[in-house]
Each structure stands twice: as C-alpha cells, then as structure tokens.
C-alpha cells in the first residue's frame, strides 16, 4: 500500500520561499514528482525525477524550484523561490510517473497525496 503524505504548504508573499516535503512509505522507485492544479484548470507537472534520476522542471519554474530526495528517508522536496501569484494552487506529489521522463512529457502517475495548499499574494 502505497501512501504519500505531503506538508510545508502555506501563505507566502509574492518572491517569497516555501518547502514542500513528501514522505512516501510503501514506494521506493525513483519516479516522483510534483504537481500543481488551480480549480478550472489542468494540472501541470511541476518538478520530477526521470528513471535515471535527473531532475527535470516546468519551464514556468526553471531557476527557482529545486527539487530534491532523500532515498533513504523515502523523502521528497520541493524549495520554492522567488514565488509569484501564478504558482498559487494545491500541489500534490505523485509517484510512478507515467511515462518515467522530463516532467513536461509525463501525462499522470499512479500514486497521488492529497496535496498541500501554496499560496502566494
């Protein structure tokens, strides 16, 4: 059974920071991500790890999202920088992205958490 638990959302001012942790139990693989979705629209990748292990990032974030794990903890983060109003939405982390790619070419993923709400004024 696989369960991802995500914490660290909040209110933050616009260029402000927040990080989002993911703690993951009954998952080990390396293909995880972060998600974002504003109610009326499609979810967007945001951040993920393809099945060699590299990062990979929206190019909406790019140069201010880092995404991070620690294998042994089952854990994953997300540092988010120089936030703006746009990237207001819940953001979930998903495991076993499908396909295991660059986050712009992964359409879903198996696991969902239940997300945790960022938002930026």
């Known amino acids: 059974h696989v369960q991802l638990v995500e914490s660290g959302g909040g209110s933050v001012q616009a260029g402000g920071s927040l990080r989002l942790s993911c703690v993951a139990s009954?998952?080990?693989?390396?293909?995880m991500g972060w998600f974002r979705q504003v109610p009326g629209k499609n979810r967007e990748g945001v951040a993920g790890?393809?099945?060699?292990?590299?990062?990979g990032y929206a190019d909406s974030v790019k140069g201010r999202f880092t995404i991070s794990k620690d294998s042994a903890n089952n854990t994953l983060w997300l540092q988010m920088d120089s936030l703006k109003p746009e990237g207001t939405a819940m953001y979930y982390c998903?495991?076993?992205?499908?396909?295991?790619?660059?986050?712009?070419?992964?359409?879903?993923?198996?696991?969902w958490g239940l997300g945790t709400q960022v938002t930026v004024s």
């Open positions: 009954g998952y080990s693989g390396v293909c």
């Open positions: 998903a495991a076993e992205l499908a396909p295991c790619r660059h986050i712009s070419g992964v359409a879903s993923a198996l696991y």
């Open positions: 790890f393809d099945s060699d292990s590299h990062p």
